[in-house]
C-alpha cells in the first residue's frame, strides 16, 4: 500500500526538462507564425500602395497645380523659390509661391503666401515623408473654416496632406535644364514635380531612392497662355514654303515685304492680253 502511494506521487507532475521542452516548441510556433503574419501583412500593404499610389499622387499634383495657376495668374507681383535637399535619407522639397502688392505709402506688403515642403515622419510606422501644405496672407482663404478654427491651431500653419511619401522633388525649368534650386525671384517658366509613394531602395552612397518607373511627375506651365511659334521641319527640297509661324524681317522696304508674301508661290501665269501684247511687240519694232 505505501509502495503504491509513493510510485503514483511520483507519476503526478512534469519534470524540468519537459517543461523546457514544451516552452521551447511553443515560442518556435509563435515566432514562426508571427513571421508568417508579418510578411503577410507587408504583402499585403505592398499591393495597397500600388493600387492607391498613382490616385494619391494624381491628387496631390493636381493640387500644387491649381495653387501655381492661382498665384501666378493674379496681376500682383509674384516670386517663386524652389528648394531641394534630403531628410533621413529621404529626398524632399519646398516650393514656396508668395503675391505681394504695394500699398499707399508705396510699401511692400504680402497678400499671400503658399508653402509646400516634405518632412521625415517620425510618428508613422513606416519610414517616409510628409507632405505639408501652408498657407498665410491677408485675405483668409477658407473664411468658413478659419472663423471657426480655435487658437491651438491657427499656431500650427502647416496642414499635413498625405503621409507615406518616399520621394518628393520640385525642380524649376529654364530651357532645357532642371534646377533643384531658385532663389527667391520671378517665376521660372516652368516647375516640374515628382512624387513617388513606392518602396524605397537603400543607395550605395548613402540614403534612399525610388525606380523612376515608380516615380510620377507633371511639369506646369508658369504662362499658359503665351504666344507659341510652331516650327515646321526643313525639307530636302530648297524652294519648300517657308515657315508660316516666322516673323518677316522688312530690311529693303515694301519690295522685301512683297516678296516674303509670294515666297513659296508658283510663278503668275500672264494673262491673254499680256500674251497678245508681247507677240505684237516685234511686229511694231519691224513696222518702225
Known amino acids: 500500500m505505501g509502495f503504491e502511494h509513493r510510485q503514483w506521487r511520483r507519476r503526478s507532475g512534469f519534470s524540468l526538462g519537459e517543461m523546457l521542452a514544451v516552452v521551447i516548441i511553443g515560442s518556435m510556433v509563435l515566432v514562426a507564425i508571427l513571421t508568417i503574419y508579418t510578411r503577410a501583412n507587408r504583402a499585403a500593404d505592398a499591393v495597397l500602395r500600388k493600387i492607391d499610389s498613382p490616385a494619391w499622387a494624381e491628387e496631390v499634383l493636381q493640387l500644387i497645380a491649381e495653387d501655381l495657376g492661382r498665384a ?37 506688403q504680402t497678400l499671400e503666401e503658399i508653402t509646400w515642403r516634405a518632412g521625415y515622419d517620425y510618428e508613422g510606422q513606416t519610414p517616409g515623408l510628409v507632405v505639408y501644405r501652408g498657407y498665410e496672407g491677408i485675405a483668409r482663404e477658407d473664411r468658413l473654416l478659419d472663423d471657426n478654427r480655435e487658437d491651438g491651431e491657427k499656431n500650427y500653419p502647416f496642414v499635413p496632406i498625405c503621409r507615406g511619401v518616399t520621394f518628393f522633388q520640385i525642380q524649376a525649368c529654364r530651357g532645357d535644364e532642371l534646377l ?6 520671378p517665376p521660372p517658366p516652368g516647375v516640374k514635380i515628382t512624387i513617388s509613394f513606392a518602396e524605397p531602395h537603400e543607395m550605395v552612397r548613402g540614403g534612399y531612392d525610388v525606380a523612376e518607373r515608380d516615380k510620377i511627375s507633371r511639369i506646369v506651365a508658369i504662362d499658359p497662355t503665351r504666344k507659341i511659334q510652331f516650327g515646321s521641319p526643313a525639307g530636302p527640297d530648297a524652294n519648300a514654303p517657308a515657315d508660316p509661324n516666322a516673323p518677316v524681317r522688312d530690311t529693303s522696304g515694301k519690295k522685301s515685304a512683297n516678296k516674303q508674301s509670294t515666297r513659296g508661290q508658283p510663278p503668275k501665269q500672264p494673262s491673254a492680253a499680256e500674251r497678245m501684247t508681247n507677240e505684237r511687240m516685234p511686229a511694231q519694232r519691224k513696222s518702225r
Open 72 to 108: 501666378l495668374g493674379a496681376e500682383e507681383d509674384v516670386t517663386v523659390r524652389v528648394r531641394n535637399g534630403f531628410d533621413n535619407g529621404f529626398p524632399r522639397a519646398e516650393l514656396v509661391l508668395r503675391r505681394t502688392y504695394h500699398d499707399n505709402e508705396n510699401k511692400e
Open 180 to 185: 533643384d534650386q531658385w532663389p527667391a525671384s
